[in-house]
């Protein structure tokens, strides 16, 4: 009812991705494969983490609400983005669905954002002080962190939707973007936006700023707990673990910080794109390979759950 009081047009044309008619095939055929193999591993984590009791670990807890967080977030926008390229032509978006796209893709990015802060934790835990481990990472902590984290995100994700729910949209519908990106619907936007665009600079240095500055902390306090031990072989496998997480943190920190709270003024809708496609495609597709699929527990797990299957009576 807000949308249909205050703006004159009832739909957005989203113009997806800056693709040339002819490799719509190949990249529609990339996209489906990279959106199904995101679906296929976090699933497949979410499911092994309920069914084997040894993955009931406050680190697979926060994987597995990671998972789920992944896969909603890529869920968001891809469909739609897969049926732009599969009809070749630009699809049109309600205004009120444009606005629910926009507040669950705030919602799940948001979300991922909070948990990978609790994971980091956690493994500054486990790492700097492992004979206290149990004592700090208990259930009821891990749940209110959990918690805590799908509380902030509802509040962050709504406060952005009604502040955008008040602004009028004029002549052009026009996003050139594959979803309803906020910075997009501002620039469309024929009224003042500035309270909007304080408020993504405030919440965005609380929720994404903060929490990456938390993360680098961790992980730096890790290294150096792990240069204390005087050995080679775990000092190896330790900077792989961290360089491959800090990697993937970094892709998806770097890329919405550098969109949101560091826009360029030159900055070309290429450009955007790309960018944006790195932390709503990519980041969720690796997640689960860089934290879960690849190591021991999981792949234990996987067989253990296979064994089940195999023969119901084995324990």
């Not at 408020?199 to 902390?217: A, E």
Request: proline letters at 5%; aromatic letters at 12%.
């Amino acid at each position: 009812m807000m949308g249909r009081n205050q703006t004159s047009i009832s739909e957005f044309l989203l113009l997806g991705l800056p693709i040339q008619p002819e490799q719509q095939n190949l990249f529609y055929a990339l996209f489906l494969a990279m959106y199904l193999t995101t679906l296929l591993g976090n699933f497949l984590i979410i499911v092994l983490t309920q069914l084997d009791s040894h993955l009931h670990t406050p680190m697979y807890l926060f994987l597995s609400n990671l998972s789920f967080s992944d896969l909603c977030f890529s869920s968001v926008t891809m469909p739609k983005l897969l049926q732009n390229m599969q009809n070749h032509d630009p699809s049109s978006i309600p205004y009120a669905d444009c606005l629910t796209q926009m507040y669950f893709f705030l919602y799940f990015s948001d979300l991922e954002s909070f948990l990978l802060v609790a994971m980091a934790y956690d493994r500054y835990v486990a790492i700097c002080f492992p004979l206290h481990y149990t004592a700090i990472m208990n259930p009821m902590l891990c749940l209110s962190l959990v918690a805590l984290s799908w509380v902030l995100t509802t509040f962050h994700a709504t406060l952005h939707t009604l502040l955008m729910a008040r602004l009028c949209f004029c002549a052009d519908n026009v996003i050139p973007h594959f979803f309803c990106d906020m910075s997009a619907l501002l620039k469309l936007a024929c009224s003042d936006t500035r309270v909007n665009e304080l408020v993504i600079f405030i919440m965005g240095g609380l929720i994404l700023v903060i929490p990456f500055l938390l993360i680098l902390g961790s992980y730096a306090r890790i290294v150096s707990s792990i240069l204390k031990v005087p050995s080679s072989k775990g000092i190896c496998k330790a900077f792989s673990t961290c360089g491959s997480h800090l990697s993937v943190v970094s892709l998806f920190y770097g890329t919405v910080i550098g969109l949101y709270l560091c826009p360029s003024a030159n900055s070309s809708t290429l450009k955007e794109t790309v960018m944006a496609m790195m932390y709503t495609v990519v980041t969720p597709m690796l997640n689960p390979f860089i934290y879960s699929l690849r190591n021991r527990d999981m792949k234990g797990a996987l067989e253990r759950v296979i064994c089940k299957r195999q023969n119901p009576f084995l324990l």
